[in-house]
């Protein structure tokens, strides 16, 4: 995700709690404050209940007895729902950054 989003500075997670920072800057990691509001009712509209910590981290906890499936449909979701924020912000989203060191999430 990381590396497809610009406004994504970093995602971490427990098990299957997860957290994203939206930042407006990777570097200076600037709270992306906006977009955090933007892309949780983007995905509340999608049928994706997620929280926002401290206005710029979108969390994820979903049930224990969330399937696999269940989990990639809410990853997709909010995938689609970051891309949507980038094209209304005017970044192009889906471009491999520079700075991602980590594996690709499988298809």
Do not use: Q
């Amino acid at each position: 995700m990381k590396r497809r989003h610009p406004l994504v500075g970093d995602v971490r997670g427990l098990g299957l709690l997860m957290g994203v920072d939206l930042v407006e800057d990777r570097d200076a990691k600037t709270p992306a404050l906006d977009a955090g509001e933007s892309i949780l009712y983007r995905a509340l509209d999608k049928g994706l209940s997620l929280k926002l910590t401290m206005g710029s981290v979108l969390t994820l906890t979903p049930p224990l007895t969330i399937t696999e499936a269940e989990m990639d449909a809410a990853i997709d979701i909010l995938d689609e729902c970051l891309a949507d924020e980038a094209v209304a912000r005017g970044v192009e989203a889906g471009r491999p950054t520079t700075d991602w060191t980590g594996p690709a999430r499988a298809a």
